[in-house]
Structure formats: structure tokens, C-alpha cells
């Protein structure tokens, strides 16, 4: 059962424009959502978060929006640079006071940046 | 400062062989983190180290058992390889137990092919 779902395995943008990535969950305990960003051979890392107490969050030219009633959140990079070429994550988790939090992630979503 | 490491970064065993993966944290994390990543899967948890001493099953678990040997290292081991555990192989480290808003940061990975 896959409980945070990235539904776009691939998405191509031109530069300068606006990137949209997607991720759906399932589990309504889940209260903090991250993105996290992979270059071939490297590890994902962290790039922007959101609690479920906002709707929005943003640092410089991303923006993560929440809509919790639709179980939904996004992406939003503006302007899209071919840097920002790389796989995305979504990933979530469901805090639960003086444990370890545990991350659920999506099935990630391949950003091409062209010229 | 190097973070999270990972060796080796690529190994091949032969199915019934036995190995561990090595991971180490420099940034004095108290939780720890092993995942695999498989095409089209994500990430997904294996087992985790909330802090120094105590270790917990992630989602997929089978097949695997983990030493926090102490608060820097958290070994993943394979006791007999199978081909279904060819993956790429990441370990984080975390810094607060029971702190949603802290991120998980991600070592380079470890590429394992079974034969």
C-alpha cells in the first residue's frame, strides 16, 4: 500500500519556466512533509518542508503548498534552471512525540530542465 | 566535516554470501537510518536507530540486521545475499528524537548487486 504517491515518473519544463511536482498521501496521521532532491549517484537531500499547521512555505525559488483536505501537496520551482535537472521525493511522516520519526517516500518524479 | 560516509560504494556478492555495509556520522546525530532504493519503489526503511543502543525494524526488514555500534556507526548487514537485495543501499543520520523539523541527511549510498 503506497501511502505517499508520486503520480508523474517524469516531467520535462523549459528554463526559466515554472515547475509543478506532485505528491498525494493517503495517511491522515502523517503531519510533516519534506522534499528531498537526488543527482545520480548521490544521495537525496533535503531541499524544503512544510507542517501541516501551514499551507505554504517558501525559500527563494521553491514553494511547497499543502492542501490537507485534498490529501495534496506541491512543488513549485520558479524560474526552472537546468540545474534543478534531478529526481524529486516527496516523503512524509507522522510524529509521534519522544520517538525517532520515521520517513515514508514517494516513488519520486525525474525533472528535465531544457534549454 | 564529512558528514554522513558510506564504504563501500559498490560491491558484488554472490547469492549466500554475507557482507555489511558501513555507515558513520561526524555531525553527533543521535538517530540513524538504512534504506534501500529499488527502480520505481522509492525509498523505503529498513531499520532505523532512534539513539545509541536501541534499533527498530523499518518496513522492509527481512533479511537484514543492524548494530549501532555507537553513536557515530550504524552497520547494515546481510547474513546470506539474495538476489532480490540488489538495490542501491543509503544510510541518513537525524539530529533530534522528537523533533518533527529536524531533516534527515543522506550519505552517498552503496550500490550491491546479488548474482
Known amino acids: 500500500d503506497q501511502q505517499v504517491k508520486q503520480n508523474s515518473p517524469s516531467l520535462s519544463v523549459q528554463e526559466g519556466r515554472i515547475s509543478i511536482l506532485n505528491c498525494d498521501y493517503t495517511?491522515?496521521?502523517?503531519?510533516?512533509f519534506l522534499w528531498y532532491k537526488k543527482y545520480p549517484a548521490e544521495g537525496p537531500t533535503f531541499l524544503i518542508s512544510?507542517?501541516?499547521?501551514?499551507d505554504k512555505n517558501e525559500d527563494g525559488r521553491f514553494t511547497v503548498f499543502l492542501n490537507k483536505s485534498a490529501k495534496h501537496l506541491s512543488l513549485h520551482i520558479v524560474p526552472s534552471q537546468p540545474g534543478d535537472s534531478a529526481v524529486y521525493f516527496c516523503?512524509?511522516?507522522?510524529?509521534?512525540?519522544?520517538?525517532?520519526?520515521?520517513?515514508?517516500f514517494g516513488t519520486g518524479t525525474r525533472l528535465q530542465v531544457t534549454l | 566535516n564529512a558528514g554522513v560516509t558510506q564504504t563501500p560504494k559498490f560491491q558484488v556478492l554472490k547469492t549466500g554470501q554475507s557482507m555489511t555495509l558501513q555507515c558513520a556520522q561526524d555531525m553527533n546525530h543521535n538517530s540513524m537510518y538504512w534504506y534501500r532504493q529499488d527502480p520505481g519503489m522509492g525509498l523505503r526503511l529498513i531499520y532505523y536507530s532512534a539513539s545509541e543502543g536501541t534499533t527498530d525494524k523499518g518496513e522492509v526488514p527481512n533479511g537484514y540486521n543492524v548494530s549501532r555500534l555507537n553513536k557515530r556507526e550504524f552497520s547494515l548487514r546481510l547474513e546470506s545475499a539474495a538476489p532480490s537485495q540488489t538495490s542501491v543501499y543509503f544510510c541518513a543520520s537525524r539530529n533530534h528524537v522528537g523533533q518533527p523539523t529536524d531533516t534527515q541527511y543522506f550519505g552517498p549510498g552503496t550500490r550491491l548487486t546479488v548474482l
Open positions: 516523503a512524509a511522516s507522522a510524529f509521534r512525540g519522544g520517538t525517532a520519526s520515521k520517513l515514508t
Open positions: 512544510i507542517s501541516s499547521i501551514k
Open positions: 495517511n491522515s496521521m502523517f503531519d510533516y
